[in-house]
């Protein structure tokens, strides 16, 4: 595991003196060799001045900076701590690819690791002070000792001048002033809030949890839950690429004979077009199917089954698609397949129609439960009336579909999940929200009281949904769901009559 600040939590930089070489640097690992003073010295020079160029703003910048004066106009006079993480350990010294904070990201557009943002109070509001990591050039041996951080091993940082010209912040620092900055902060006595559990070190140095932090937490996911139109463009960009994605599955599927080939052949569009895919990506085959976040993706792929694909892109602004389609392998559902696949569309539809201004959160999962119902009950499957099997001290239905029928989507697959419940679960619908429908019937193989010809039949089917001023757009409308266009959609990939 590479050498952490206990400080910054980032890999501390090799002091710029020569000679000083003769043991392993911050940021090597046990089988790197030791540079000799005079392979340092040889290093640090020889290398064309760089030239001095300004930073170009990146786009929407004024979007980001209204994004924080709202977050700061809801505490007057407060320090807000936003910071961003820290690439994770996957094995050993190897990392996972950096994802930044989601709310870090929403404040300032930066992708950078090892970021923290500060709001801090000062006569016209707040002022945005951005620490970053130090890009020290050729100036210090760290630029190819360092595995962790040199710009030899992982590439150049954008440095401090430039990271607040680009960012729009208006006071940039380098993270070795975090500590001292931090002291001087706090020592004024202002109320401080911190979003916890990205940065260990900036949890220990910022003064101890408590209720102020979850309402600052809470406060970004409310911001979170209303899209602005740069939003909704990220998102229809990623559900456009998702849509390419699974066109290259279902082109590919009489050549995919494991679910673990359907995910790599998404996984690969979600890659090339995007940052990679918003979530484990599930390739659901056969039973599989009736377990509801298979991702495993061991099993085969046969003709006769239902493949199930939970999967969706994540762009490069890192706004995630999420859809499920439920496709027949063969290219037409047979007779219990589209019993199954019919009640599960007939229940989309009537979520859609609960989609509007002003409706509960939860009214599109309630006429997708009673459409499950009576469905059910028409099938032998649910003993029970409707009425009775819904109600709320019995819930029968459940056994069949676990899940409810949305939750929000943005930034995050399951997006804004530190709202306050009278803001979300029990709110109500508003311009601007974006939702997922996504009903879904799960009968198990073993499951005595489904009739054996539906045992092992699982089906979801998932659209991404905006709420407009006059009611929805279904974000996700290129996708084929009727029982039919699937069908042809999956035939003529294929290449199947």
């Known amino acids: ?21 003769s043991a392993h640097s911050a940021g090597q690992a046990s ?12 290093m640090l020079s020889g290398w064309r001045p760089r030239p001095s160029r300004a930073a170009r703003p990146i786009a929407a910048a004024r979007t980001f900076a209204q994004r924080r004066a709202r977050l700061a106009a809801l505490f007057p006079g407060e320090i807000l701590i936003i910071p961003t993480g820290h690439e994770k350990i996957r094995n050993n010294d190897n990392t996972y690819r950096f994802r930044p904070g989601s709310d870090f990201y929403w404040l300032t557009g930066d992708q950078e690791p090892d970021c923290v943002l500060a709001l801090v109070p000062d006569p016209k509001g707040h002022a945005s002070w951005l620490f970053v990591e130090e ?17 030899l091993w992982v590439g150049p940082r954008l440095g401090v001048a430039e990271s607040g010209a680009r960012y729009g912040a208006d006071r940039a620092l380098g993270l070795s002033e975090l500590p001292a900055r931090f002291h001087e902060l706090f020592a004024a006595g202002r109320p401080t809030r911190v979003v916890r559990g990205l ?4 949890d220990a140095l910022a003064p101890a949890p408590r209720e102020a932090d979850r309402a600052l937490a809470a406060a970004l996911s409310e911001l979170r839950l209303y899209k602005d139109a740069i939003e909704i463009r990220a998102l229809a960009r990623a559900v456009a690429a998702t849509r390419r994605a699974y066109d290259d ?18 996984d690969r569009r979600a890659r090339i077009e995007g940052n990679g895919v918003g979530y484990g990506t599930i390739a659901a085959s056969g039973a599989h199917a009736t377990i509801l976040h298979w991702t495993r993706n061991d099993g085969p792929v046969a003709k006769g089954d239902l493949l199930l694909i939970d999967a969706g892109v994540e762009g490069e602004e890192l706004y995630t698609a999420d859809l499920t389609r439920t496709f027949p392998v063969s290219g037409r559902f047979t007779a219990p397949q589209r019993d199954v696949y019919g009640l599960v569309l007939a229940a ?13 959160f939860l009214a599109p999962h309630r006429a997708a439960m009673a459409v499950f119902a009576g469905g059910l009950h028409r099938m032998g499957i649910l003993k029970e009336p409707p009425e009775v099997a819904l109600a709320e001290d019995k819930q029968f239905h459940k056994r069949w579909t676990l899940h409810n029928v949305s939750h929000m989507l943005g930034l995050d697959v399951h997006d804004c999940a530190h709202a306050r419940a009278e803001s979300y679960r029990q709110g109500k619908l508003a311009p601007g929200m974006v939702l997922t429908v996504e009903p879904g019937l799960y009968f198990q193989v073993d499951d005595l009281r489904v009739p054996p010809k ?20 279904i974000l996700t409308a290129d996708f084929p769901r009727e029982i039919e266009d699937v069908e042809r959609w999956v035939r003529e990939k294929a290449g199947r009559r």
């Open 199 to 202: 940065d260990p070190a900036v």
């Open 1 to 21: 595991m590479k050498r952490i600040d206990r400080v910054t939590g980032a890999a501390p930089a090799v002091p710029a003196k020569k000679g000083r070489e």
């Open 249 to 266: 599955v279902l082109r590919e599927l009489p050549r995919l004979a494991t679910e673990r080939e359907v995910e790599a052949t998404f």
């Open 31 to 42: 089988h790197d060799s030791v540079n000799p003073p005079a392979l340092v010295e040889f």
């Open 135 to 151: 890009n020290p050039g050729r100036s210090s041996p760290a630029f190819f000792t360092d595995r962790s951080k040199g710009e």
């Open 348 to 360: 989309q539809r009537a979520a859609f129609a609960q989609v509007v201004p002003g409706a509960d």
């Open 454 to 473: 539906y045992r092992g039949i699982g089906v979801r089917i998932e659209d991404d949904v905006l709420v407009t001023a006059r009611g929805h757009e």
